[in-house]
């Protein structure tokens, strides 16, 4: 498929065998022209990696830089970056380009590829469509690319890995209908899943490793490495929502870290 066979707006189905042409740099005329006017949703990744390289809390980075939302399809909370003025331009764009550009959103990434997502009885299933837009002059320009070429060059594999854990319970949850996510518990699930610093203090400065057998090693790899800990955070959120058995519970009581209170 080349930049000429089409310039409607429909997606195309982009299998492992088709080939596209895209390049995006400062020599096409419209290069920051996708960085307005669009609405990025931000993944718990998304978050970690932006905040590490602004050198921000979780708390301060979702304060200045983004919009809690509600998910249609499962009632769950979605951050959304937050852009600015009449134009709607990322805060994060400059005549230059990107400013964050090592650490941009997934979005931003797999672009011009767009990923739709569903939930069916062998779990997460995606689909990944080619869009070919008029607004931009990335497509008349060289490069030939299949979908993994692509992945691999714009480092989409950890937030593949990851945002798919995210989706599941997200996906999960939509499709578990008449069972809503109570009120308290959407605010417990915003934290644990966008804020690790909050959520770091949740696990290690409370009773919770009385009340769930975490092993002792995964212990020491989540106080050094915020992507372990957002591994486990998953997994936490997972059991709470009562997906499935990620963890192993020592008590049957309830504790600071584990209120029946907070449960959905």
Request: aromatic share 14%; charged share 25%; net charge negative.
């Amino acid at each position: 498929m080349s930049a000429t066979d089409s310039l409607e707006l429909e997606p195309v189905t982009l299998t492992p065998e088709m080939h596209f042409s895209f390049r995006c740099h400062p020599g096409v005329s419209c290069f920051n022209a996708c960085c307005s006017q669009t609405t990025i949703i931000l993944s718990p990744y998304d978050v970690l990696r932006l905040k590490q390289r602004l050198h921000l809390t979780a708390a301060e980075f979702l304060e200045r830089f983004t919009v809690r939302v509600e998910d249609d399809f499962s009632g769950l909370p979605l951050v959304v970056l937050a852009f600015q003025g009449e134009e709607r331009l990322c805060p994060f764009a400059s005549p230059a380009g990107c400013q964050v550009y090592e650490d941009r959103p997934a979005t931003c990434r797999f672009y011009p590829v767009g990923v739709a997502s569903r939930w069916d009885e062998a779990g997460l299933a995606e689909t990944y469509v080619y869009i070919q837009e008029e607004l931009c002059l990335g497509f008349g320009e060289a490069g030939d690319w299949t979908l993994a070429t692509w992945i691999a060059d714009q480092g989409l594999e950890p937030y593949l890995d990851l945002d798919r854990q995210w989706k599941a319970i997200m996906l999960q949850i939509g499709a578990r209908s008449g069972k809503p996510v109570s009120a308290r518990f959407k605010d417990h699930y915003f934290q644990a899943a966008y804020d690790l610093d909050w959520f770091r203090t949740y696990v290690f400065g409370t009773d919770f490793f009385k009340v769930f057998q975490v092993e002792p090693e995964l212990q020491t790899r989540m106080q050094a490495d915020e992507v372990e800990l957002l591994r486990f955070a998953f997994r936490y959120l997972t059991y709470m929502l009562r997906l499935g058995p990620t963890l192993t519970v020592r008590v049957q009581r309830p504790c600071a870290a584990c209120s029946q209170e907070e449960t959905p």
